[in-house]
C-alpha cells in the first residue's frame, strides 16, 4: 500500500546516466582507476567543470534587486528577442517567429510534446535519441516512437523518417518529429546540407496530409563545424506545410548547464496562428514552471547582445571547442586504427560506437574500469569529459566491449 497514485507507482526518479556516473565516481573514490565517459558536461583535463568566465561575470552583474523579482511568464522581452537574433538575425525568419522562455531545451521539448500532440499519442524520433525524450513524453500521456537513424552506410535515413511520419499521419492524425541536431546526443552526427534539403522536403511533403510540427533541439548549436547552420536554409520550405519549433538553450553554449535558461521558439507562416501557439505555450508556462530565472535571462541577453562580452565569449567558446577538436582527432585516429564502426563525427560531446548489444558492451567495459553509456545497438562515449591522453585507453576498453559482444 502506498499513498502514490497508482500511476506514478515505480517511476525512477534518478536518470541512469547519473546512476552510472555514481557508480563509477565511488570506484574512483575507492582508489580504482577509473574512465568515466558518461556525463555530459564539458570538462578540462584535469576534471574541473569548463566555465566561460564572460558567463559568471554576466550573472554575477545582474542587480540583486532585478535578479530576485519574478519575471514575466514568458520570458524578459530583451532575452527572448536575443534568442531570435542568435538563431536569425535581423532576417525575416525572426518575423515568423514568437518565443518563451523555458528552463533549458527540456523546458522546450516538454512545451512541444504537450501542445503539438494529443493524449496517448507519439513524438517520432530518430532511435538513437537522448533518453530523457521518452520521460518527458511519458509524464504527459505521451509516448516516443522512433524510426532507424542510419543507413547501412551511417548516413541520416531520410526514408525512414518518410515512414515513420506516414505511418503516424494514418493513425494519429498529426506528427511531432523531435530530431537533435547538430552534435546530436548520443551520435555526435550532425545533419549535412544535403541531408537537411531531404528532410524539409519529407516534411513539406507529409504537412500536405494533416498537421506536422519539427522540434529541432539545438542544444549542441555552438560546438559544430559550419553546418550546424545549414537547417536555416531550408525553413522556408518547412514552413510552407509545417511548423518549425527550435529548442534553445544557454546550458551548452555559455557552459550554464545549472542556470536552467532557455526558449521554445515557434516559426508558422501564418500570423493568426502564431499567436494560438503564442497562447497555448504561455499557458504552459505558467501551469508549469511559472515562469524562468530572473537572473539568468538577463545575463544571457547581455551575453548574446553586448558587443564586447560577445567578442569575450566567442573567444571562451573558441578555446572549448578547440578543446573538444583536439579529443575527436585522438578518438577518430584511435578508433579507426581499431576498426570500430561509428557515424561521421566532426565535433561536440559525444560520439556513438556501433555494437549489436550496447548494455553488453557497456558491462565489459566496466569491468575494465572504463564508463560508457549503453544506448540500443551502440554505447554513447562523452568525449566531452575525456582528456586526449586517455583515448588509447578508452579506444582500447571500446574495442574490447564490442568484441565481448560479437564472440
Ligand atoms: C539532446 C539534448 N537535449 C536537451 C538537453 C538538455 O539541456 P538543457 O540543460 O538545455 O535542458 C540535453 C542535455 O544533455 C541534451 O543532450
Not at 514575466?72 to 518563451?100: K, M, Q, S, W
Amino acid at each position: 500500500m502506498t499513498v502514490l497514485n497508482p500511476d506514478t507507482v515505480g517511476r525512477v526518479g534518478n536518470d541512469p546516466i547519473f546512476a552510472l556516473n555514481a557508480e563509477a565516481r565511488a570506484r574512483a573514490e575507492a582508489g580504482e582507476s577509473i574512465l568515466n565517459a558518461t556525463l555530459g558536461a564539458l570538462l578540462h583535463d584535469d576534471g574541473s567543470l569548463a566555465v566561460m568566465p564572460s558567463a559568471t561575470a554576466a550573472f554575477d552583474e545582474v542587480p540583486a534587486g532585478v535578479a530576485a523579482g519574478y519575471a514575466p511568464i514568458g520570458g524578459t522581452p530583451g532575452f527572448l528577442a536575443a534568442v531570435l537574433g542568435d538563431l536569425f538575425g535581423a532576417g525575416p525568419l525572426t518575423e515568423r517567429a514568437v518565443a518563451v522562455a523555458t528552463p533549458g531545451s527540456t523546458g522546450a521539448v516538454y512545451q512541444a510534446v504537450g501542445n503539438f500532440l494529443q493524449r496517448g499519442q507519439a513524438v517520432l524520433a530518430p532511435h538513437l535519441y537522448w533518453g530523457p525524450y521518452r520521460v518527458i513524453a511519458e509524464h504527459q500521456d505521451r509516448r516516443v516512437e522512433t524510426f532507424e537513424t542510419f543507413t547501412p552506410s551511417l548516413r541520416f535515413d531520410v526514408d525512414a523518417l518518410a515512414a515513420g511520419m506516414d505511418r503516424q499521419l494514418r493513425e494519429q492524425g498529426r506528427v511531432l518529429v523531435l530530431l537533435n541536431f547538430p552534435c546530436n546526443n548520443p551520435t555526435g552526427y550532425s545533419l549535412d546540407a544535403e541531408e537537411w534539403v531531404a528532410v524539409a522536403e519529407v516534411i513539406a511533403d507529409a504537412g500536405r496530409s494533416g498537421p506536422v510540427a519539427v522540434v529541432l533541439d539545438n542544444a549542441y548549436a555552438r560546438f559544430g563545424d559550419a553546418a550546424s547552420t545549414a537547417w536555416l536554409d531550408v525553413v522556408p520550405v518547412i514552413l510552407e506545410r509545417a511548423t518549425l519549433l527550435v529548442g534553445w538553450t544557454a546550458s551548452k553554449s555559455f557552459t550554464q548547464y545549472g542556470a536552467r535558461v532557455g526558449a521554445l521558439v515557434a516559426l508558422h507562416g501564418d500570423g493568426e496562428e502564431r499567436a494560438r501557439i503564442a497562447d497555448a505555450v504561455g499557458y504552459t508556462c505558467r501551469a508549469t514552471w511559472s515562469n524562468c530565472n530572473h537572473r539568468g535571462m538577463i545575463a544571457v541577453q547581455r551575453l548574446l547582445t553586448d558587443p564586447v562580452i560577445v567578442a569575450q565569449a566567442d573567444e571562451e567558446r573558441g578555446a572549448l571547442v578547440q578543446l573538444l577538436d583536439e579529443r575527436v582527432d585522438a578518438f577518430n585516429h584511435a578508433a579507426r586504427a581499431a576498426g570500430l564502426s561509428f557515424p561521421r563525427h566532426h565535433g561536440g560531446f559525444f560520439v556513438s560506437v556501433m555494437t549489436d548489444d550496447g548494455e553488453r558492451a557497456a558491462a565489459a567495459m566496466r569491468d575494465m574500469g572504463v564508463y560508457v553509456v549503453p544506448v540500443r545497438g551502440a554505447v554513447r562515449v562523452g568525449l566531452c569529459s575525456t582528456p586526449a591522453a586517455q583515448m588509447e585507453r578508452l579506444v582500447g576498453a571500446l574495442s574490447a566491449g564490442v568484441e565481448a559482444v560479437a564472440r
